[in-house]
């Protein structure tokens, strides 16, 4: 029988650290099939030595230490079992994988009895076997660190055992009265008592009013064993933090208890005498804290710190109650900043950020008390207004706002201007859902837009009329489609400690007969909605297959272009097919084109967005994650997609301002990319100081306007040009 199955071709395994080779014993009584196993583990680096029978194998693992032996079920004297059980009597220390052709399942189920790392069964893949033996490896390695570690703590405890009377808990017994008979010197430093001022005190005295009744069963615990009181959390009032702020909370430290009854057996049984309470407590305030902190970025917009989306529709939902049962009025009002894109495009994102800020503090100060004003995203703000009198408030409200935002704002030394777009609903002539008012404020707004801007508007159902725009735009859309009205942009990659273009994304411009130069994301949402994305993405794929084709006859240097793929167009059955149409037409080797596509994919039918993903490796193409880390994917999923590079999205490329800093997203995702053997590729890289950071912390891919802006496909072969000239 063939030793391995024929497999795919895969990335390149990462080698794993070692600070010696490892010893494999190969055991099996085929000739042939040894010589196969050596010669595939010859690169290894590992010192390999073999055996034909039980025996012989017998006698090297008592001669010499191995740390793997890959053993064959059956040999001519005694087989792997008997060899493991030999091993497992004399307590060698040795990993065993098992190799066998037997089909029936009793072989498999008896090494892994005794003990058996892996069994794999004849024949078996070559990756397969040597994805095993390094994992069999690497658990090892880890094993002996693990081994080492325990050594060394149990040195140190040695050294420093006096360590261990200073618990970071408490530990205390309280008496049958609820008094403390006991309690070790860490309560000191929580709570600012000494010892003496509490032995001989009740429990009561330090407990927080709120908390008394848990805490009687807590102090007064008479149960043993499972029963007994678990990670139950009071607060105790502390002397030690009295002196750190005025807030009451700043004198309570938050504790979680373990406490259990003790009685004169040791036992709870009938009859026992109870004689009181053992309890340990762990000081949890800061965690309670981080909890709590992390509850309120649950619900508040991290940038400018407003109530997020989920927040204001809660407290939404709860002024409708009130103002159905008061029978009163509230106005919804919806705010878009005009000429914010400009601001964001000319000075940068991370000005944009600033901008916003400056805008949440001007709009809050125009408020009224009660009021609330949230951020929804981007650079749009709603408000409500609670208990409204009469629509007057409402004008008051949107005039002020309008007013605060006209002053100057500076960035960076530079003065700039912005103005805002108002839509005003009002509960319940305009709405009386959630959804209705946020609509039809959202009308207004954009009615206000159409009118120029810098403006308030109360909705009124005529603005239904907006319906009938969205049909216009789809039209132009289709117009667009059929006038050529459509350009394909190209952004180069660069490669870091070169600066060699390495590859290029493409993207879509609409060269709009009234608005000018749109970029995708000004249309392509609206197309996703109204069903035109699989046209557009058609002429894309057409575009820019054409484009690359053109580079190809001009410049030797064969470029990679990466396109991104909306959802949608992936769940069209002939992808695939019309992929591969285009390559044929235009002469391209599928390892030219990378295809993008966002983490959210998984979430719409995974199953078949795997299947579609795995059709393209088929051909050839390859795949890349667009937007890391700012959707909801899942890693179990993400390790099944035939992935070949995560792009780290610019928001987080953003918040790189300092060398020496740490920002833990970007890393993660590093890693996650390096764990997975996946290329990097970070978005978004506007500064020196980014470039330099994700190069020290190995990412060297980079695409932003430090190094190029999106250029046409006559521009990019200029620049092609220059770097092959250059990088030759």
Request: hydrophobic share 40%; glycine share 6%.
């Given at each position: 029988?063939?030793?391995?199955?024929?497999?795919?071709?895969?990335?390149?395994?990462?080698?794993?650290?070692?600070?010696?080779?490892?010893?494999?014993?190969?055991?099996?009584?085929?000739?042939?099939?040894?010589?196969?196993?050596?010669?595939?583990?010859?690169?290894?680096?590992?010192?390999?030595?073999?055996?034909?029978?039980?025996?012989?194998?017998?006698?090297?693992?008592?001669?010499?230490?191995?740390?793997?032996?890959?053993?064959?079920?059956?040999?001519?004297?005694?087989?792997?079992?008997?060899?493991?059980?030999?091993?497992?009597?004399?307590?060698?220390?040795?990993?065993?994988?098992?190799?066998?052709?037997?089909?029936?399942?009793?072989?498999?189920?008896?090494?892994?009895?005794?003990?058996?790392?892996?069994?794999?069964?004849?024949?078996?893949?070559?990756?397969?076997?040597?994805?095993?033996?390094?994992?069999?490896?690497?658990?090892?390695?880890?094993?002996?660190?693990?081994?080492?570690?325990?050594?060394?703590?149990?040195?140190?405890?040695?050294?420093?055992?006096?360590?261990?009377?200073?618990?970071?808990?408490?530990?205390?017994?309280?008496?049958?009265?609820?008094?403390?008979?006991?309690?070790?010197?860490?309560?000191?430093?929580?709570?600012?008592?000494?010892?003496?001022?509490?032995?001989?005190?009740?429990?009561?005295?330090?407990?927080?009013?709120?908390?008394?009744?848990?805490?009687?069963?807590?102090?007064?615990?008479?149960?043993?064993?499972?029963?007994?009181?678990?990670?139950?959390?009071?607060?105790?009032?502390?002397?030690?933090?009295?002196?750190?702020?005025?807030?009451?909370?700043?004198?309570?430290?938050?504790?979680?208890?373990?406490?259990?009854?003790?009685?004169?057996?040791?036992?709870?049984?009938?009859?026992?005498?109870?004689?009181?309470?053992?309890?340990?407590?762990?000081?949890?305030?800061?965690?309670?804290?981080?909890?709590?902190?992390?509850?309120?970025?649950?619900?508040?917009?991290?940038?400018?710190?407003?109530?997020?989306?989920?927040?204001?529709?809660?407290?939404?939902?709860?002024?409708?109650?009130?103002?159905?049962?008061?029978?009163?009025?509230?106005?919804?009002?919806?705010?878009?900043?005009?000429?914010?894109?400009?601001?964001?495009?000319?000075?940068?994102?991370?000005?944009?950020?600033?901008?916003?800020?400056?805008?949440?503090?001007?709009?809050?100060?125009?408020?009224?008390?009660?009021?609330?004003?949230?951020?929804?995203?981007?650079?749009?703000?709603?408000?409500?207004?609670?208990?409204?009198?009469?629509?007057?408030?409402?004008?008051?409200?949107?005039?002020?706002?309008?007013?605060?935002?006209?002053?100057?704002?500076?960035?960076?030394?530079?003065?700039?201007?912005?103005?805002?777009?108002?839509?005003?609903?009002?509960?319940?002539?305009?709405?009386?859902?959630?959804?209705?008012?946020?609509?039809?404020?959202?009308?207004?707004?954009?009615?206000?837009?159409?009118?120029?801007?810098?403006?308030?508007?109360?909705?009124?159902?005529?603005?239904?009329?907006?319906?009938?725009?969205?049909?216009?735009?789809?039209?132009?859309?289709?117009?667009?489609?059929?006038?050529?009205?459509?350009?394909?942009?190209?952004?180069?990659?660069?490669?870091?400690?070169?600066?060699?273009?390495?590859?290029?994304?493409?993207?879509?411009?609409?060269?709009?007969?009234?608005?000018?130069?749109?970029?995708?994301?000004?249309?392509?949402?609206?197309?996703?909605?109204?069903?035109?994305?699989?046209?557009?993405?058609?002429?894309?794929?057409?575009?820019?297959?054409?484009?690359?084709?053109?580079?190809?006859?001009?410049?030797?240097?064969?470029?990679?272009?990466?396109?991104?793929?909306?959802?949608?167009?992936?769940?069209?059955?002939?992808?695939?097919?019309?992929?591969?149409?285009?390559?044929?037409?235009?002469?391209?080797?599928?390892?030219?084109?990378?295809?993008?596509?966002?983490?959210?994919?998984?979430?719409?039918?995974?199953?078949?967005?795997?299947?579609?993903?795995n059709k393209l490796g088929q051909i050839g193409v390859s795949v890349a994650i667009d937007d890391f880390g700012t959707g909801y994917s899942s890693l179990a999923y993400l390790h099944r997609f035939p992935v070949h590079t995560i792009k780290i999205d610019q928001s987080f490329i953003r918040e790189i301002q300092h060398m020496h800093a740490h920002?833990?997203?970007?890393?993660?995702?590093?890693?996650?990319?390096?764990?997975?053997?996946?290329?990097?590729?970070?978005?978004?890289?506007?500064?020196?100081?980014?470039?330099?950071?994700?190069?020290?912390?190995?990412?060297?891919?980079?695409?932003?306007?430090?190094?190029?802006?999106?250029?046409?496909?006559?521009?990019?072969?200029?620049?092609?040009?220059?770097?092959?000239?250059?990088?030759?």
């Open positions: 029988m063939p030793l391995f199955e024929a497999a795919p071709s895969l990335p390149e395994r990462a080698s794993l650290p070692s600070s010696r080779p490892c010893r494999l014993l190969l055991v099996d009584d085929e000739p042939r099939l040894l010589a196969s196993l050596c010669a595939l583990l010859a690169d290894s680096g590992h010192e390999l030595h073999t055996a034909t029978c039980g025996s012989e194998a017998v006698a090297l693992l008592e001669q010499m230490p191995f740390d793997l032996a890959l053993l064959d079920l059956r040999l001519p004297d005694f087989g792997g079992h008997q060899i493991m059980d030999v091993m497992n009597r004399r307590q060698l220390d040795t990993n065993v994988i098992v190799l066998s052709g037997e089909t029936g399942i009793e072989g498999a189920i008896g090494a892994l009895k005794r003990g058996a790392y892996d069994y794999l069964r004849k024949p078996y893949g070559r990756e397969e076997l040597l994805s095993t033996v390094e994992n069999a490896l690497r658990q090892r390695r880890l094993e002996a660190d693990n081994k080492h570690i325990a050594q060394q703590l149990e040195r140190s405890e040695k050294l420093y055992r006096y360590l261990v009377d200073s618990s970071p808990d408490i530990i205390y017994t309280l008496n049958a009265e609820g008094r403390f008979s006991f309690i070790n010197d860490r309560a000191q430093q929580l709570l600012g008592l000494s010892r003496s001022e509490l032995i001989g005190n009740h429990y009561s005295d330090l407990v927080h009013d709120e908390d008394m009744e848990r805490a009687y069963y807590v102090f007064n615990e008479r149960r043993v064993g499972d029963r007994a009181s678990r990670n139950i959390e009071l607060r105790l009032k502390s002397a030690a933090l009295r002196d750190k702020g005025p807030a009451v909370e700043n004198t309570l430290v938050t504790l979680s208890f373990n406490s259990m009854g003790m009685y004169g057996n040791a036992k709870q049984t009938e009859g026992a005498e109870f004689f009181g309470t053992y309890g340990v407590a762990r000081d949890v305030t800061e965690r309670k804290r981080a909890e709590a902190m992390i509850s309120y970025h649950a619900y508040h917009d991290i940038l400018t710190d407003l109530p997020n989306r989920m927040l204001f529709k809660d407290r939404l939902g709860l002024a409708i109650m009130q103002s159905k049962r008061k029978e009163t009025e509230l106005a919804v009002m919806f705010i878009d900043l005009d000429r914010f894109k400009l601001v964001n495009d000319t000075l940068g994102h991370i000005r944009g950020d600033e901008l916003l800020q400056q805008v949440a503090t001007r709009l809050k100060a125009a408020l009224r008390q009660g009021d609330t004003l949230a951020r929804l995203g981007g650079d749009e703000f709603t408000i409500f207004l609670p208990e409204l009198l009469n629509r007057d408030d409402a004008h008051v409200v949107a005039r002020k706002a309008l007013e605060c935002l006209q002053k100057s704002f500076t960035l960076a030394g530079s003065e700039v201007h912005i103005s805002a777009s108002i839509g005003i609903a009002v509960y319940p002539h305009d709405g009386e859902t959630i959804d209705e008012l946020l609509c039809h404020a959202d009308m207004a707004m954009y009615q206000v837009k159409g009118q120029g801007k810098n403006g308030y508007s109360f909705y009124e159902p005529s603005l239904h009329e907006v319906s009938y725009q969205k049909i216009t735009l789809e039209q132009s859309l289709r117009r667009a489609l059929e006038n050529d009205e459509f350009e394909m942009y190209y952004q180069p990659q660069v490669d870091r400690p070169t600066g060699c273009i390495i590859g290029v994304e493409g993207l879509m411009r609409w060269h709009h007969p009234e608005r000018g130069l749109l970029s995708a994301g000004e249309f392509l949402p609206f197309a996703e909605e109204n069903g035109l994305m699989t046209p557009i993405s058609d002429w894309m794929l057409k575009a820019a297959c054409r484009d690359l084709a053109l580079w190809n006859t001009q410049v030797e240097e064969r470029v990679r272009l990466s396109l991104n793929v909306s959802p949608q167009y992936l769940d069209c059955g002939d992808f695939v097919e019309k992929m591969k149409t285009a390559l044929n037409r235009h002469g391209l080797s599928p390892s030219q084109i990378e295809v993008e596509i966002t983490e959210n994919i998984c979430i719409r039918n995974p199953q078949y967005a795997i299947e579609q993903l920002y833990p997203v970007v890393l993660a995702i590093i890693s996650i990319a390096k764990g997975l053997n996946l290329n990097v590729v970070a978005e978004g890289v506007e500064t020196e100081t980014q470039a330099a950071y994700l190069e020290q912390v190995g990412c060297t891919t980079m695409q932003g306007f430090l190094y190029y802006r999106p250029v046409s496909s006559s521009q990019f072969l200029q620049l092609l040009r220059k770097n092959a000239a250059r990088c030759a």
